[in-house]
């Protein structure tokens, strides 16, 4: 029989700011982890690596990597798995497209992306690619729920050293606008199945029927959900939104997901594009589109395609002069919201723009009140119930405001919105069916040719997870606990079918609430207003988005978030926050070799993932370990060694640094442990003794580009050289 030889601890390969930081962090904790003899190995998630794991037949034998994301889809279902996964890239199509070039610029023989595939091979290398797009990682990965909540550490540390906030005030013009009809909130059907099943979907038209998709398996008892939004109530609510701004004054925002929901989203967003070029569309269609204009691509690829054209920039300008000003994501730069899909992602963007007190830069460089547009109704109204509680009551208060907790039904792609492969663009006017296999029609619509029709399942055995998760977290801390299902909703109230029962069988109904989103965002506001502290028990999209809301307002950002995935067969995942502002940060080390990541997220999954190791396997020294790096990690916020936002100052690798330094002296001074006390010892005195000599050779390197040889796929020798520029600390880590 084969000696197993996965890792103790699998740290995830990843991209931008977060792989940066890992050149640093990383060998620090494989010389750390060395001393209990737990060994940590990575595997590449990537958008690089997914990309090259997925066309090796377009490889050479020595550029081919195995696809570890297959790997690690396989080992949590196992109760061995103990994974700590930092934010990976969900690819929109420009990034996608983006990074392929790149790897073909570096040697890699790969196609090229088909933006309109006619042959049977084209349609292959497009399928191939699409299925790298959005959120491709998290539904493979995620096979448990979420636990996330803010460390203790943190959030003393954030109520000790309050972040500044916007100041809110009731005249405010910052408004949320969502459509009233026509949306995926509106269209939604559900159903729970009694039994198992396997469903088609078919679209009929007057030409006859089209099977959109076959063989769906849905295991008894998975709710199974379907909706869809129209293409011109989509298309009348951007037009009056424009109009609506402009005669507010304030800028035009677009807030979409178009990484995880990576086939509806993008759509949404051509259609805002096309919106707003609305007048350039009607003179100048024809021409564009023989140009490759796709406005799912957004204005940025847009004007690329157009540039030589002088009538077509001209239209573009004298349109652009018409609207409101824009919300940018880059006024210096001239990049609006509107160019690339991907730049403002609503889970990121809408609590920035809360937490700076509604406003959002504008063309001119400046704050202004903003229409925040969200077109589907089924979360803005979180957004909206924020915006007007903060109108009415003035700014959250981080010094005395509670937090709140979250527990998210994630498991098994629970709730997996807008991505492949049930989402379609409908091509032309008809009935689209899920039709079960004894015949029953499950789900209709009526469509018309451009609507997006979506469907999403959620199983049985993750919800009943859940549901335990809850009561368990709420019995553990006493904490006000509500779940976030609104009676009301199609796919909410067959939820609350599953919940009430459960809650009733164990004794703990008087113990939870249950809300609509908007009241539910309401009540937990006024919670933290209190100081007092409540648990948000949320779906998979909620999750996502409240989990960066509460944080950004709580503690000024959710990297510093503990994400526990208690996988459902008894392994771990533990997720080291978000990464929304990555690549802002990769351009900064670029030009000035100074990394502002903050890989605080990184060190409090380090310690949970090092206790339940020696949960699970009895090594004691891993739980010396893990509470060793608490120490360290309540040292790094004590003496305020996060990195500084400014070149010249202290960044992201002198943060490691420290963190070793104090990780080293918990393990010296601890009394558990006297083999890794003595170990450590002398490597907390070297450390301690050479902290100007460090301190000065990591500042050296500051103030000119650096090279890593590559935006999503870096030379792993040049990625080294810039992140560990410190060779005396290089020889004490070893």
């Known amino acids: 029989m084969a000696e197993n030889t996965t890792p103790d601890i699998i740290y995830t390969k990843v991209d931008e700011a977060p792989e940066l930081a890992s050149a640093s962090l990383l060998p620090i904790i494989q010389r750390f982890a060395a001393a209990a003899d737990v060994t940590v190995g990575t595997k590449d998630i990537s958008l690089a690596g997914r990309i090259l794991a997925t066309f090796p037949e377009a490889l050479t034998e020595a550029q081919r990597i195995s696809d570890d994301l297959a790997e690690l889809g396989e080992l949590v279902k196992t109760p061995e798995a103990n994974v700590i996964k930092l934010p990976n890239i969900s690819a929109s199509e420009p990034q996608l497209v983006a990074a392929v070039k790149e790897l073909q610029a570096q040697g890699y023989a790969l196609p090229d992306y088909p933006y309109e595939p006619t042959t049977d091979a084209e349609k292959a290398v497009r399928a191939k690619y699409d299925s790298i797009k959005g959120s491709a990682v998290n539904p493979v990965l995620r096979e448990g729920n979420s636990d996330r909540r803010a460390a203790v550490a943190v959030k003393k540390f954030a109520q000790a050293n309050p972040h500044r906030m916007g100041d809110w005030t009731g005249d405010s013009k910052t408004v949320v606008s969502s459509m009233s009809g026509g949306d995926f909130f509106s269209n939604e059907k559900s159903a729970t199945l009694g039994s198992a099943a396997t469903a088609k979907i078919v679209l009929e038209t007057a030409d006859g029927e089209t099977v959109l998709k076959d063989g769906i398996k849905y295991p008894a008892g998975t709710v199974v959900d379907a909706t869809f939004m129209s293409a011109a109530a989509l298309d009348a609510f951007l037009a009056e939104q424009i109009e609506a701004t402009k005669a507010e004054g304030t800028l035009f925002s677009l807030h979409m997901k178009a990484t995880m929901m990576k086939v509806s989203d993008p759509i949404i967003f051509g259609h805002a594009v096309k919106a707003w070029l609305a007048p350039v569309f009607e003179a100048h269609g024809n021409k564009m589109r023989e140009l490759g204009v796709n406005p799912n691509g957004g204005l940025g690829a847009l004007l690329e395609r157009v540039k030589d054209d002088a009538e077509i920039m001209a239209a573009i300008e004298a349109c652009m002069a018409e609207r409101p000003p824009m919300y940018m994501v880059n006024s210096d730069r001239g990049i609006t919201n509107l160019h690339v899909p991907s730049d403002v992602i609503i889970d990121a963007s809408m609590p920035a723009l809360i937490r700076a007190g509604g406003k959002g830069w504008g063309p001119d460089g400046k704050e202004h009140d903003t229409n925040c547009v969200i077109p589907d109704n089924s979360y803005a109204p979180v957004y909206d119930a924020t915006i007007k509680f903060f109108k009415q009551h003035g700014k959250l208060n981080p010094a005395t405001a509670g937090t709140v907790q979250n527990l998210g039904l994630m498991a098994q792609k629970a709730e ?133 809301l509460f944080p950004i307002l709580e503690l000024a950002t959710s990297a510093k978030m503990l994400s526990i995935v208690k996988l459902m067969n008894g392994g771990g995942l533990f997720e080291t926050g978000a990464g929304g502002s990555a690549p802002k940060h990769v351009q900064q080390l670029q030009e000035e070799n100074h990394l502002r990541w903050d890989s605080l997220g990184e060190f409090c999954a380090l310690g949970e993932s090092f206790k339940f190791l020696a949960e699970a396997k009895g090594n004691k020294k891993a739980q010396v370990l893990g509470d060793a ?44 442990d006297a083999e890794l006390a003595a170990e450590f010892a002398p490597i907390a005195k070297a450390l301690a003794e050479n902290e100007a000599k460090i301190t000065g050779e990591l500042a050296a390197v500051q103030g000119a580009p650096a090279d890593t040889g590559g935006y999503y796929h870096a030379d792993p020798a040049k990625m080294a050289a810039v992140m560990r520029p410190s060779a005396t600390l290089n020889g004490i880590i070893g």
Do not use: C
């Open 416 to 548: 997996e919105y807008g991505s492949h492969p049930t989402t379609f663009e409908i091509p032309a006017a008809g009935t689209v069916k899920m039709i079960l296999d004894d015949g029953t029609v499950l789900h209709e619509h009526a469509v018309d040719a451009g609507d997006i029709w979506r469907s999403a399942s959620t199983r049985k055995a993750p919800i009943e997870d859940w549901v335990n998760l809850a009561i368990d977290r709420q019995r553990l801390t006493g904490y006000r606990a509500i779940f976030w299902l609104d009676a009301n909703r199609a796919h909410d109230a067959e939820l609350i079918n599953y919940v009430k029962p459960i809650l009733q069988a164990k004794g703990v109904e008087d113990k939870f609430e249950i809300m609509a989103p908007r009241e539910a965002t309401i009540a937990s506001l006024e919670t933290i207003t209190k100081g007092e502290n409540t648990i948000a028990i949320t779906g998979n999209v909620l999750r996502d988005y409240l989990t960066d």
């Open 629 to 672: 790096v608490d120490a360290a990690t309540q040292g790094i916020l004590d003496h305020d060694r996060s990195p500084s936002r400014k070149v010249g100052e202290p960044d992201n690798r002198d943060s490691h640094y420290w963190f070793a330094r104090y990780w080293a002296e918990a393990l010296a001074a601890q009394s558990d």
